[in-house]
């Protein structure tokens, strides 16, 4: 049988599936619409919080002297909203500046939240790994230029470190962080009371996967199909114990969702077979 997405959302091929989104509150209405739109019952309870770093000090500093930086680098939609939100705060004429700043982006969901700031993106990296980040940044600007990388209090540092390592001057801020989402609140009040089957959990980072394992367990995952946006959230979940039955092709929603239907579609014909 040939797949073909378009029929597949016609025919609500995710119709009677249950499925959990983790996904901070403020980031999973995009995701959930998507999941409906094929029919499924969509369950969220986010395990996650996008929150204001502890401290602005860093992040501050560097904006006050952006001139001084060749290039900024984001690796997420928060990063890019955070950052500029702060621009906008405490020195808006700043702006100016950074229009003129060569500006790398990894994910086009980042691309986009560049471009809906007004900024125009020299370089889209669909590749996430560090090294082909680093590759990129090479062909667009000379070695010890100076690069500006907002970014999560809990970001790994390899592509800090690459570009170090490549003779790059990295200033790494922080301009948000990920906290866990608290246990009283009414999502997580919601999940504890659900007597629902859940048939896939989706996680979209690590933190996620840490954070509702220690609230809920691993109980309520062992029966549904785990579907994760990449790698690296993959890697956890079997470090926790758990396996992986989906994931997605890109580290975008829409392709999580994909992959999701693909294999609805994959068991469902088992079943007949």
Known sequence: MTHNKQAGTNELSLQDCTILVTRAAEQSAPFRMLLEKRGANVVCCPAIEIADPDSWQACDEAIWKLASYDALCFTSKNGVIKFFERVRSIRPHALETLSAKEIFAVGEKTASALRSSGFTVHTVAHDTTAEHLVQMIAEKIAPKAKILFPTS????????????QNNYSVDTIVVYKTIAAPADSAAMTSMQNTNRVIHVATF?????????????GTDTLKRAAIAV???????????????????AEQATAESLADGIEKWRIQNSEAKIQ
């Open 153 to 164: 209090d809990i970001a790994r540092d390899v592509l800090s470190k690459n570009l170090t």
């Open 204 to 216: 979209f980072s690590p933190s996620s996967v840490h954070n509702f394992i220690d609230l809920f």
């Open 229 to 247: 946006i990449g790698p690296t959230t993959g890697e956890t979940v079997v470090q926790s114990g758990l396996s992986v039955a989906i994931m």
